[in-house]
């Protein structure tokens, strides 16, 4: 009986998975050494894009989180379609990130100090501004009005839905009169521009912020390059909508890398908010400054 010839079975190939290539160097690292650093990457600092669930596990402190507003969504108020309903194209979005739309809200602490916080979605629809987005981040401002709670929104956004047309537009103003009402309160909103912030997202409450910080290179602008260049018929720096020239050109407060965000808005909140436990404290030290000055006269 002749006998059956050897058969080679080829190793499998390491999968694409392990590794990951920086757009900024251009190198190649462990998926997993990427993440342990904060998706930042370990040869040049390039800032990774992450998701919510990420930004929320390294910004918020573990086990204070409660989301608000969950369940909100919309229907198809213009019967929208491109190449697919707009209904599809929502479901679509809605079964790869598990939400109804492209914002969280909810109220957390960070490093112990309760704040009321926004983090937007960019894999929903590029972060597109709905009417659910515009309704959400409204509500938040008026509900940490109430509370007295400072508000932190991380902004990642292309800017306004198309697919709800005026409507989308509409939420520029109502988001901007909520922090106009906020304001009036005197508490403070710290706006974190994440990469990309474009648009009427960054023509509107991104930029309205008390404090407006950003991480590094992000890209921070209304319209794109083309349209900019065509608008002022002028030729544009490379880097003309990235984090590091607008710091340059007075329109951020500050740029902080990933590893100190929680150290910094800790920081931030402690400076501009009062402790809760001696909100008497400045009224009683008055006086008795009065009646000093009473004795001495």
Known sequence: MAEREPTTVAAPAPSDDIWTKCPSCKEMAFRKEVERNLNVCPKCGYHFRVTVAQRLSLGVDRGTWRELMADMSIGDPLGFVDSKPYPARMEQARAVSGRNDAVVVGIGKIENRPVAIGVMDFEF??????????????????????????????????????????????????????????????????????????GGVAASFAMLGDLNISEPGALIGFAGR?????????????????????LAHGMLDAIVPRHQMRFTLSRILAMLTKPRGNRGAGAGASKGKGRRGGEGS
Do not use: H
């Not at 083309?226 to 607008?246: G, H, I, Y």
């Open 226 to 246: 083309r349209v900019t260049e065509q608008t002022s018929n002028q030729q544009l720096p490379d880097d003309f909508q990235r984090a590091e020239f607008l």
């Open 125 to 198: 629809m590029g972060g597109s501004m709905g009417v659910v987005v515009g309704e959400k981040l409204a509500r938040l401002f008026d509900i940490a009005r109430e509370r007295k709670l400072p508000v932190i929104v991380f902004v990642a956004s292309g800017g306004a839905r198309m697919q709800e047309g005026a409507l989308s537009l509409m939420q520029m103003a109502k988001v901007s009169s909520a922090i106009a009402r906020f304001r009036d309160a005197r508490l403070p909103y710290i706006s974190v521009l994440c990469d990309p912030t474009t």
